[in-house]
């Protein structure tokens, strides 16, 4: 079993934000895979069903950004998966529009979500893929809480869908395959990379 979780923000007002990557790749995940998100339990809107075969949950934190680990701590001590059994897919500002970046595990960075994550759980040994929505030019919160612009929405659209095949292979086999086709230079990343 799995427990996915996407973050965002809820609300109609944050729906289409460059902060709910997140929850914009669950929704995918939930369409392919025909999943229905309804269900309210763990401070969170989620829905369970199958991936390749796995069980897996679908969930979205609705505690805001900024206390998503108390959604996720609750979601992992229900279903006891283990570290690498949880998978956390969010928005990055360090990294490119439409570029993707998987790992294993890591720090939080200066993702606020993140942050509430790691210190809630008290590990960061989990996978995660972030999304690139590029740095601010001008305010880092107006940033997030924009909307993407119709030049990135091209880029951002096939971000997401690309988002929700890496967590498909990583269900269906760990996190290798999925690191190996999306972390790189190329169709996915068209642009060069900043240091992180």
């Keep these: 079993m799995y427990v996915i979780v996407g973050l965002g923000n809820p609300g109609r007002d944050y729906a289409d934000t460059r902060h709910?990557?997140?929850?914009?790749?669950?929704?995918?995940?939930a369409d392919r895979f025909d999943i229905d998100i309804a269900r309210r339990n763990f401070r969170s809107v989620y829905g369970e069903g199958r991936i390749s075969g796995e069980k897996?949950?679908?969930?979205k934190p609705e505690?805001?950004?900024n206390n998503s680990g108390w959604a996720v701590r609750d979601l992992v001590n229900w279903y006891k998966v283990p570290h690498d059994h949880l998978l956390v897919i969010y928005d990055d500002v360090d990294i490119p529009v439409g570029t993707l970046r998987i790992r294993e595990k890591?720090?939080?960075?200066?993702h606020n979500g993140m942050k509430s994550i790691v210190y809630q759980l008290g590990f960061d040994d989990f996978p995660r893929i972030r999304i690139g929505i590029g740095s601010a030019a001008h305010g880092m919160v107006g940033?997030?809480?924009?909307?993407?612009?119709d030049e990135e929405k091209p880029e951002v659209k096939k971000a997401l869908s690309d988002a929700a095949t890496a967590a498909e292979l990583i269900v269906k086999g760990g996190i290798s395959e999925a690191q190996a086709r999306f972390n790189h230079k190329g169709k996915n990343?068209?642009?060069?990379?900043?240091?992180?």
């Design 56 to 59: 897996v949950v679908l969930a």
């Design 189 to 196: 990343n068209p642009k060069p990379e900043r240091a992180e």
């Design 143 to 149: 940033h997030v809480l924009g909307c993407f612009t």
């Design 106 to 110: 890591g720090s939080s960075g200066s």
């Design 20 to 29: 709910n990557a997140g929850y914009m790749t669950l929704d995918i995940l």
């Design 63 to 65: 505690t805001f950004m």
